[in-house]
């Protein structure tokens, strides 16, 4: 992962430190009512040198290209064939820098338009898919653009005068942010209390060591953060205060290592999909040596378990339509496979 050094700013406001309100605890292996081995019912090789995030708007299936051609691909869901693509690398119009974070959570409140996120530059450009369809030259409605303290942020959500989202990097007094988007002016949300074992990180490192990938569902106003090295999900209502904590085992697992990606530590979850009843998160649990994330277990918004999913290939991103009843994933290997599998919950 590439690492973005920014200095360190003042903040406009803090708010108060979230408690959550209930803990439970699972096992992996035995506390899922129901379980669900799927075979791939299609793969596609894609020409790409790099996909690294997919979503569904409609019909058609989105994929970004962030660290090789900087190029958005868009793909018929049901035959995955290219339909169309646009963007380059570079510091034109119509051309990005490492265009990361695009996701099925930042849909427009325009129908028909999405947004895509430039994580080095703290850009969002609203684009229009009409516009990409009919191949024309310049698909950008317009673009916003994050407060210089907040580049390099994550996971982001736009709301009709607001963006919320996960600070990646610079200090590390707070979590999430949320930025008004005509003045740009934030306040902090999530104080963070160091422990021991995060303090004793390298600053570049604490963020991976102890980051998120958050996700929103709009319908029941409720944000899900699933991390990456520790084995907990926690669950927020809109405004981010903590409702519920789910450990996997009896208690926080502390990394072995404070480098984030050293051998020993356990991977845990990926960036989860909200769907319309359910959440479901990629999970691995094993040493980040292995990138065999072959699991999607899936919960209620409660926070109980539903369900166990299985496939038959590993995966570095995927998302759900829920109406087809189909999970897309990209298996990231050097391939660049896009597996479509089908599931009945």
Known sequence: MKKIIIPLLSLFLFSCNNEDKGISNIDPETSFPKEINLKHAKVDEIKQLNPFR????????????AFENNRIHFYNKNTLQEIA?????G?????FDMPESLTQYNKA????????????????????MAKVLKKESNPIVQKTYLNPDLIGSDNLFIFNDSITGEKMFGDYDFRYFSMNKKTSKYRAIELLEETDFIKSALPDDKRNLDRSFLGYN?????????YLHFNKIKIYDDKLKGQKTIYYGDDEITPKSTTPFNKENIRYFLHPFMGKSYF????NGKNNES???REIHVFNYEGEP????????????????EETKTIYTITGDEKNVIVKYHFNL
């Open 54 to 65: 997919l979503c569904l708007f409609d019909s058609i299936l989105v994929v970004n290209d």
């Open 306 to 321: 539903v369900a166990r999913i299985s496939l038959d290939m590993p995966m570095i991103n995927f998302t759900v339509d």
């Open 85 to 89: 693509s646009f963007a380059k690398q």
């Open 291 to 293: 990138d065999s994330n």
């Open 218 to 226: 709009k319908e029941r106003k409720k944000f899900v953060a699933a």
């Open 280 to 283: 479901y998160v990629p999970y």
């Open 91 to 95: 510091e034109g119009p119509v051309e």
């Open 109 to 128: 409140e325009k129908k028909g338009s999405f947004y895509i996120y430039e994580l080095s530059k703290g850009i969002l450009s609203e684009i229009d």
